[in-house]
């Protein structure tokens, strides 16, 4: 009922930058919560940003300063924009949003099916 669409990962060399989407789709009455994890190999999935329909961002310390969280409520999509990329950011990241679902309504939590960053000279 929910759909998570993720685009905008590749390779990129250190220091590079670039910028993940996400679109949301389907019966969606509102969305709260919006973030971005990431998972490198053999590590588990860690909380990278998040905003709220507000507008207030949290970050991992690991990228503060050097990503930015944003959406665009009208689009239902949310941003990651990231600048002076490390090789420890390789990861797979994930978006995952808290949505009001229907009518009916009801609240869930959905995920996209993740983007490959890879950080390599």
């Known amino acids: 009922q929910v759909q998570l669409v993720e685009s905008g990962g590749g390779l990129v060399q250190p220091g590079g930058s670039l910028r993940l989407s996400c679109a949301a789709s389907g019966r969606i009455f509102s969305i709260n919560r919006m973030g971005w994890y990431r998972q490198a190999p053999g590590k588990q999935r860690e909380l990278v940003a998040a905003i709220t329909s507000g507008g207030s961002t949290n970050y991992a310390d690991s990228v503060k300063g050097r990503f930015t969280i944003s959406r665009d409520n009208a689009k239902n999509t949310v941003y990651l924009q990231m600048n002076s990329l490390k090789p420890e950011d390789t990861a797979v990241y994930y978006c995952?949003?808290?949505?009001?679902?229907?009518?009916?309504?009801?609240?869930?939590?959905?995920w996209g099916q993740g983007t490959l960053v890879t950080v390599s000279s």
């Open positions: 995952k949003s808290t949505v009001v679902a229907g009518p009916p309504l009801s609240t869930l939590d959905a």
